[in-house]
């Protein structure tokens, strides 16, 4: 009887843990390494590298990597068990490292501006 209950459960979360999944692949991930790329750019460029502001870097660093590997790397080999790691490290590049360095391109782009 516990198993039977514990498919339907299963059931009943797979919808919800599938639009989860896509909204952080697509969404979520995309967007907050666009910001950590700007942040991090900005921190680059500004010449002001005490120890907070290094260790909140470090931190963020830490943080986006931990989000790539645990939200989309992770999820995109289980969507696809049976295939190599190629297409887990397509949605590694597109969905983490494109938008990282469009966001510290981004930046730069705004600080050439304001020359």
């Not at 198993?3 to 999944?21: I, K, M, N, V």
């Not at 931990?66 to 080999?77: G, H, M, N």
């Amino acid at each position: 009887m516990k198993a039977g209950l514990d498919c339907r459960q299963a059931e009943a979360a797979s919808p919800w843990q599938g639009w989860c999944t896509g909204a952080t692949r697509l969404v979520i991930a995309p967007v907050v390494l666009f910001s950590s790329g700007f942040f991090t750019a900005d921190f680059l460029l500004s010449g002001l590298y005490t120890w907070p502001r290094t260790s909140r870097i470090l931190v963020l660093s830490l943080t986006m990597l931990v989000l790539a590997y645990e939200f989309v790397y992770k999820e995109e080999r289980a969507r696809s068990p049976g295939s190599r790691d190629h297409r887990a490290l397509k949605g590694l590049l597109y969905c983490c490292a494109i938008p990282y360095g469009i966001g510290g391109l981004v930046l730069l782009a705004l600080a050439r501006l304001a020359r």
